[in-house]
């Protein structure tokens, strides 16, 4: 059912990765820059991921013995560093999510110096740069790509042109994917959140997570990954993280599955590689080098 399927350590049946964009308050200060420092509900609501969610979200995955992935802004590192040590010090990985969550398209041609300006802050806080990447709005480009290439990173997750990890072949060099769908991210059912310019219909929690659990069973019964693209403000909720809380337990119960980091699975594709065991399907980039419409 899936194409080039990965063979998984212990015989497991499906890699299974909980990954958190915690963008905190950066979404109202992109969107409104003028006046976001006055706007207190989204600046609260937004805060509520680092302060309250992320502490709900740890005690969880200690109390399970889960290691997972956070993607995190670099000003939001600045701004929240107390709750980026706990997440380090509970030994999860943090990747890299812009500088604060500027999307890739509308800076094209003027990445790097917010790509940078947030690895010194992963450097100086982190004490480390991200091996992995995902794009703010998922709109990695090319330019982005490269910056990643030439500072060592490993992996993306921004693109949705496979089920599994696969690998990118660009021009400058080679990358892992960790390919991420709409479908298992928390935006479409829970944002409500005018000021940014989506006013999606709220969920309850129970149906708003359901369809993350069907998509799960597809992938498990295809031996597959199954990875949910979370925000802590929204799903690190109550009621919503009652939800994923039960779902964990029941499928460490009765599941054969690894729950570990996206670096953790890069680690584990690679070994594979050098065993000669297993390659990963390759996608060519760029897609395209000038616009299709535009071709005679």
Known sequence: MIRNPIPWPNKARCAVAITFDMDADSLIHIARPEDSHRRLYP?????YGPNVAVPRILETYRRFGLKQ?????????????DTVEAILKDGHEIGHHGWIHEDPIATYGNQREPFERALDAHRRICGKVPRGYRAPVYNITDEVVDLMLEHGMTYDSSLMGDD?????QAPKGRLYEMPVHWGTDDWPPF???DEIGYLMPVKSPSEGLAAFWEEF????????FFMLILHPFLTGRLARWRQVEKWIEGVL???K????????????MTALENAGTWSPSVEPLPYFTTPPAQQG
């Open 164 to 168: 599994i990890p696969h690998s990118l």
């Open 43 to 47: 600046t609260s609501m937004g805060r």
């Open 217 to 224: 069973e597809s992938q498990y019964e295809a031996g597959g």
């Open 257 to 268: 599955v690894w729950f570990t980091t996206l670096g953790g699975i890069a680690d584990h």
């Open 69 to 81: 992935s956070f993607f995190i802004p670099g000003w939001c590192i600045e701004t929240y560093p």
């Open 191 to 193: 944002a409500h959140y």
């Open 253 to 255: 119960k009765t599941r």
